[in-house]
């Protein structure tokens, strides 16, 4: 299983951006996806989950409204659309295959909200 996020950056409060995580090693149009962020100092804060087909998503209250998750099975890619951000929002994203808290994830890309 290899996981590689993409995407992250520098942005001022307000701001956008796209995370993606490549998807390869597995079937990954079987497996509920997710992300997670880790800010320092912190545990671990799931964030986001898509089903298989994608038709369902779900967000944890902070995020709702402001991040979409998506994800194209045809490109193995699973997406986060990041709207709004706040400094609050930096933090390490990564991508997990399967249970948020136990499966296996990428190295993360790091996000930074800052004026």
């Known amino acids: 299983v290899r996981l590689v996020e993409s995407g992250g950056g520098l942005v001022q409060p307000g701001g956008s951006l796209r995370l993606s995580c490549a998807a390869s090693?597995?079937?990954?149009?079987?497996?509920?996806m997710n992300w997670v962020r880790q800010a320092p100092g912190q545990w671990p804060e799931w964030m986001s989950s898509i089903s298989p087909d994608g038709a369902a998503t779900d967000y944890a209250d902070s995020v709702k409204g402001r991040f979409t998750i998506s994800r194209d099975n045809a490109e193995n890619t699973l997406y986060l659309q990041l709207n709004s951000l706040k400094s609050e929002d930096t933090a390490l994203y990564y991508c997990?295959?399967?249970?948020?808290?136990?499966?296996?994830r990428g190295q993360g890309t790091q996000v930074t909200v800052s004026s």
């Open positions: 090693g597995f079937t990954f149009s079987t497996y509920y």
């Open positions: 997990v295959a399967g249970t948020w808290t136990s499966g296996p």
